[in-house]
């Protein structure tokens, strides 16, 4: 997935938001498989596990049976048909999420040789607060930031103005 780029700001904008809400001593449950992030957490001190590849649409078995206090979603929900479910069943009390923002001069990306690299959703901000709201969750902190990608166009000068990423810090509510 990342042969030709590796997203370093977004990787540090990252790392530096789960390290202001996320201890070393807490174990961590990362949705999706292994990946250069979840790397990343492991070589900050976290300890870390991940989901298995399974379809989180309709297996939530990884989720229900992690012990960990804290799960960390980065940029996964907007490849689920139902993200609702499955932030239903966390039993941590704790989630860090991120997700790419719907982007008024760019289509919802689908990859044409990857099934699960295609995103059903296109989340606006407020979108993402009445999922997680809904689903149990009290949103705590959040932070919007843009990905600039260094070439020259209307596109990438578009990019550089407008917030790409949307992270959030939730604990769970009483619903």
């Given at each position: 997935?990342?042969?030709?780029t590796?997203?370093?700001?977004?990787?540090q904008?990252?790392?530096?938001?789960?390290?202001?809400?996320?201890?070393t001593k807490e174990a961590i449950?990362?949705?999706?498989v292994?990946?250069p992030f979840?790397?990343i957490m492991?070589?900050q001190?976290?300890t870390?596990?991940n989901?298995?590849?399974?379809?989180?649409?309709?297996?939530?078995?990884?989720?229900?049976?992690?012990?960990?206090?804290?799960v960390?979603?980065f940029?996964i929900?907007?490849?689920?048909v139902?993200p609702?479910?499955?932030l239903?069943?966390?039993?941590?009390?704790?989630l860090?999420?991120?997700?790419?923002?719907?982007?008024w001069?760019?289509?919802a990306?689908r990859s044409?040789?990857?099934?699960?690299?295609?995103?059903?959703?296109?989340?606006e901000?407020?979108?993402f607060d009445w999922?997680?709201?809904?689903s149990?969750w009290?949103?705590k902190?959040r932070?919007k930031?843009t990905?600039?990608v260094?070439?020259?166009?209307v596109?990438?000068?578009?990019?550089?103005?407008?917030?790409r990423?949307y992270?959030v810090y939730?604990?769970?509510?009483s619903l």
């Open positions: 997935m990342y042969e030709n590796y997203p370093d700001k977004r990787f904008r990252t790392l530096s938001f789960l390290q202001k809400h996320i201890s449950l990362d949705l999706g292994e990946n979840s790397k492991v070589e001190g976290y870390v596990e989901t298995k590849g399974e379809d989180l649409d309709v297996d939530y078995t990884s989720v229900q049976k992690s012990s960990a206090e804290v960390t979603a940029e929900f907007e490849h689920l139902s609702f479910n499955v239903r069943e966390i039993k941590a009390d704790k860090v999420a991120s997700i790419p923002l719907k982007l001069f760019s289509p990306y044409k040789t990857d099934v699960w690299d295609r995103h059903y959703h296109e989340f901000d407020w979108q999922l997680l709201e809904k149990g009290e949103i902190d932070e930031f990905n600039p260094g070439k020259i166009g596109r990438p000068l578009l990019r550089s103005l407008t917030p990423y992270l939730a604990e769970k509510g």
